[in-house]
């Protein structure tokens, strides 16, 4: 994680109560500054849901011990890791039910939101079993709601992490983009899957503003992910799956582990 943001916090607090910085105070700072903790927020594309490997505890959240998060602390052992990412959560959900373990002493923080706020779910469902037209009609609402609502969303849960955790550094992850396009490949047609990911980098694309407006790192997977899609070959993606409807299009472990945590790795 960035120390020299949070060293920088720490001496402008000691600054701020007229304590003059010795050799050794600002060693003392910077090594409280580093001895801090993790909080991982977001919805299910952070807990982990696709991956297995669910933690009992975490009920209906899902939260994995194979998700990027988990992975991360596991790695890094931040001085406390606080995982409250759940499954199907939008905006709302993380602002009053995810952010109590957010603290001044809380050094880093990540976070996956949006997707749910514009109907991710109903989406892909109207996508599976419609129509071209309609599949792309209902993307556009999809869209419609990211330009006029989504943003005003985003701004209320990154002002509410700012300001329950002013000294962290705060990561906002996107979405990968679903579908390798070009390609023989059973299933939607290649106007769906097209349109898919359209609206997957129109997602990110309002994400990333919202972000950056905050002074927020935004971790774009795209990358990491590409050659990985769905229709790949070799995809880290899982499918529509009608057993476990609420695990299709989510990052498998190799996903979470090959797409998602060295980005996350990078930003923090």
């Not at 009053?96 to 514009?118: E, F, H, K």
């Not at 694309?205 to 590409?226: E, L, N, P, Y």
């Amino acid at each position: 994680m960035r120390r020299s943001r949070l060293m920088a916090y720490a001496t402008s607090l000691l600054l701020a109560a007229g304590i003059a910085l010795t050799g050794t105070a600002t060693a003392q700072a910077s090594q409280q500054a580093a001895a801090t903790g993790y909080v991982a927020l977001g919805d299910s594309y952070s807990s982990g849901v696709g991956a297995g490997s669910y933690i009992g505890s975490s009920g209906d959240c899902k939260r994995s011990t194979k998700a990027f998060p988990y992975l991360w602390a596991a790695a890094n052992s931040p001085s406390s890791f606080d995982f409250t990412a759940c499954s199907g959560a939008r905006t709302s959900d993380v602002t009053a039910s995810q952010l109590a373990p957010l603290n001044s002493a809380t050094g880093l923080v990540s976070i996956t939101v949006g997707g749910n706020d514009a109907g991710f779910a109903d989406v892909m469902t109207t996508c599976v079993t419609s129509s071209d037209s309609t599949c792309v009609s209902r993307i556009n609402t999809a869209k419609a709601y990211v330009d006029s609502t989504l943003p005003g969303r985003l701004d209320s849960v990154y002002s509410a992490i700012r300001a329950k955790a002013p000294a962290a550094h705060v990561v906002v992850l996107g979405y990968p983009r679903f579908y390798k396009l070009g390609q023989t490949c059973a299933g939607l047609s290649e106007t769906k899957r097209s349109a898919i990911n359209n609206a997957s980098d129109y997602l990110n694309s309002a994400i990333a503003k919202r972000a950056a407006d905050h002074g927020f790192t935004f971790g774009d997977v795209r990358s990491t992910f590409t050659g990985h899609e769905l229709c790949s070959g070799d995809s880290w993606l899982l499918s529509v799956n009608w057993l476990n409807i609420g695990e299709s299009y989510h990052p498998k472990a190799s996903g979470q582990s090959g797409g998602y945590l060295p980005v996350f790795r990078n930003a923090a």
